[in-house]
C-alpha cells in the first residue's frame, strides 16, 4: 500500500510560478514511477509528468513541456513539480501518484486527494 499527499497549490497569477510537493509512503519500492495528473471541472482528468524513482527518466505532456519540471528526492519520499509561467488553462485539481510508467490514468493504482491550483488572469 502506499499513500501519497500533495501540497503547494494555491492561488497565483499568470505568469507566476508555484512548486507542488507529494510525500510518498508505505510500500513505495513497490512502484516504478511517480508522477501527476490534472482535472479541470468539466474536462478529462489528463497526464502532466512523470519520473522513475531512480530519476532517469522523465515525461511531459506537450502543455507543460518547458514550463514544469518534476523531480524526486528518495531520501525524503517526495516527487516535486516546480510549474513556471503559469497559465489559466493549468488551474485544475492536481493529483499524485505512483504506479507504472505510463500516461494513462487507469494505470495507475495510487492516487492522492489532489490539491488545487488556480492560475487567474
Known amino acids: 500500500q502506499v499513500q501519497l499527499v500533495e501540497s503547494g497549490g494555491g492561488l497565483v497569477q499568470a505568469g507566476d510560478s508555484l512548486r507542488l510537493s507529494c510525500a510518498a509512503s508505505?510500500?513505495?519500492?513497490?512502484?516504478?514511477?511517480v508522477g501527476w495528473f490534472r482535472q479541470a471541472p468539466g474536462k478529462e482528468r489528463e497526464f502532466v509528468s512523470n519520473?522513475?524513482?531512480?530519476?532517469?527518466?522523465?515525461y511531459y505532456a506537450d502543455s507543460v513541456k518547458g514550463r514544469f519540471a518534476i523531480s524526486r528526492d528518495n531520501a525524503k519520499n517526495t516527487v516535486y513539480l516546480q510549474m513556471n509561467s503559469l497559465k489559466p488553462e493549468d488551474t485544475a485539481i492536481y493529483y499524485c501518484?505512483?504506479?507504472?510508467?505510463?500516461?494513462?490514468?487507469?494505470?495507475?493504482?495510487?492516487w492522492g486527494p489532489g490539491t488545487q491550483v488556480t492560475v487567474s488572469s
Open positions: 501518484v505512483a504506479g507504472p510508467r505510463s500516461t494513462v490514468v487507469a494505470a495507475y493504482n495510487y
Open positions: 508505505g510500500r513505495t519500492f513497490s512502484t516504478y514511477a
Open positions: 519520473i522513475t524513482w531512480s530519476g532517469r527518466t522523465t
